[in-house]
């Protein structure tokens, strides 16, 4: 499963991510890996990787920091700024597109397969 988080800097990307987590039974802290990329998390059987890829330079980096090696169709992904990394993710099966009002944010949600769907529709 892989949710694309697109939204300008503060819409509430990683606030959201925080709030899955929690929801989910997390208790622990949930840092923004601005600066380490990804943030891994496991939560019963649920194996979930939080991305923040704003600070990410190029595709070589994607190498060089053995990203590649998480997708491995059983990881749950949560990718702040996928449009940084154009050619090194896997596809969307959701995206959340946040859009900061002056009161709160409005959040636009879309499916982009199968998978993406049957989530959506269970909500
Ligand atoms: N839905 C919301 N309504 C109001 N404030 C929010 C909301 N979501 C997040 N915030 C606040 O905005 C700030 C930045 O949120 P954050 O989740 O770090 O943004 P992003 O990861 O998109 O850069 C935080 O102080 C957070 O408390
Ligand atoms: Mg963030």
């Known amino acids: 499963m892989v949710i694309y988080l697109h939204g300008d800097l503060g819409a509430g990307k990683t606030?959201?991510?925080r709030g899955i987590l929690n929801?989910?039974?997390y208790n622990g802290r949930v840092k923004s890996p601005?600066?380490?990329l990804l943030e891994p998390y496991q939560i019963g059987d649920l194996q979930l990787r939080?991305?923040?890829l704003y600070r990410f330079n190029s595709p070589e980096e994607w190498e060089s920091a053995g990203l590649d090696d998480e997708i491995d169709?059983?990881?749950i992904f949560l990718i702040e700024w996928p449009e940084r990394a154009p050619g090194c993710l896997p596809p969307?099966?959701?995206a959340v597109r946040f859009t900061i009002l002056d009161e709160g944010r409005e959040l636009k949600i879309d499916?982009?397969?199968h998978l993406g769907e049957q989530c959506l529709t269970r909500w």
Do not use: Q
Request: glycine share 10%; net charge negative; no cysteine.
């Open 15 to 17: 606030t959201l991510v």
């Open 23 to 25: 929801a989910l039974g």
């Open 34 to 36: 601005t600066y380490t």
């Open 50 to 52: 939080h991305f923040d």
């Open 73 to 75: 169709g059983e990881n």
């Open 92 to 94: 969307a099966d959701i």
């Open 111 to 113: 499916a982009y397969s």
